[in-house]
């Protein structure tokens, strides 16, 4: 059985480590060569410049605004995107009254809430935002629709406003990605023993309780790979494109709502400085690994196994 083992498994992952050399790690080593460059995407002239795009960056007051930016995304919205969906998904799982025949139930209609809940992940981020846009459009917008239906005259401008804006396309992500983890969370609950929480409940642990000393602990690798998973989409794809299509500007008003990904994309696409977005691009990838390193560390605990 031994015989050949090695070859075998060479032989399966040559052509997946090959594919994702050339596709992911050989870009990588692209852009950090062209920091070092001045070169402007548009022509294949280029001379060396050292380390002069790295002092820029560190000089250049968008690029802060935009790394703050990007960090409080990808702290405060997994924050909240986890902790709504662990409660929601607690909730539909076993966090309904007893009822004859199970101790240990959802809440009534849990079935539709999940189908309710994962609604937004069947449309596209660029959907989501676009709806959104219109809702939150201060002249004809139905959230200011709704304020002056009810008595309010003075209605903010909220994508308009500086400090309102971020605050505003926060939310809007949480409220599209929140259902994708009530379901992901619902399935690990799903797998846990009931009899854990029946004996709970037999020694008078409230639901407080057995969310703390059983749920939680049993779902802590799902939990932080979802933080994980969810500080990427702040620092990536997700952040970029809901920022782009929402904001004024886009990034406005006054870069409040600039992220690394949307200025390394003006400054590539809109500026002509593709070597100086290649700088900022690297110190969002060095911002994403310490992201990913510090929760796998910080929220590292012993395996549990049921």
Not at 17 to 28: D, G, H, R, S, T
Not at 277 to 298: H, K
Request: aromatic fraction near 16%; hydrophobic fraction near 55%; include cysteine.
């Amino acid at each position: 059985m031994q015989h050949g083992k090695y070859r075998f498994i060479v032989g399966f992952l040559a052509v997946p480590m090959a594919l994702y050399v050339i596709l992911v790690i050989w870009p990588f080593i692209q852009s950090i060569y062209y920091s070092f460059t001045d070169w402007t995407g548009l022509s294949p002239d280029f001379t060396m410049v050292g380390f002069d795009n790295y002092a820029k960056m560190l000089d250049d007051d968008i690029f802060w605004k935009s790394l703050q930016h990007s960090v409080l995304l990808a702290v405060l919205l997994p924050l909240v995107t986890l902790g709504l969906a662990l409660f929601f998904a607690f909730m539909l799982n076993v966090g309904g009254r007893r009822r004859k025949g199970a101790a240990i139930t959802g809440v009534r209609g849990s079935g539709f809430y999940k189908i309710a809940y994962f609604f937004p992940q069947v449309l596209s981020i660029a959907i989501v935002a676009i709806l959104f846009q219109f809702a939150f459009d201060p002249a004809q917008g139905m959230i200011n629709g709704t304020l002056k239906a009810v008595g309010f005259t003075d209605v903010p401008d909220w994508l308009g406003d500086p400090k309102l804006a971020l605050w505003v396309i926060m939310a809007v992500l949480v409220w599209c990605t929140t259902g994708f983890f009530v379901v992901l969370f619902s399935a690990g609950m799903a797998s846990i023993p009931k009899d854990f929480y029946e004996a709970a409940l037999l020694d008078g642990a409230s639901r407080f309780t057995t969310f703390f000393r059983i749920t939680l602990p049993l779902l802590w690798d799902t939990v932080q790979s979802g933080w994980v998973y969810m500080g990427i989409l702040a620092l990536g794809a997700e952040g970029f494109a809901i920022v782009h299509i929402m904001s004024v500007g886009p990034g406005g008003p006054d870069y409040s709502t600039t992220v690394l990904p949307l200025y390394v994309y003006q400054s590539a696409f809109r500026d002509g400085q593709a070597a100086y977005a290649t700088t900022i691009g690297v110190a969002l990838l060095l911002v994403t690994l310490a992201f990913a390193a510090l929760v796998m560390r910080v929220g590292r605990r012993e395996r549990l196994e049921f």
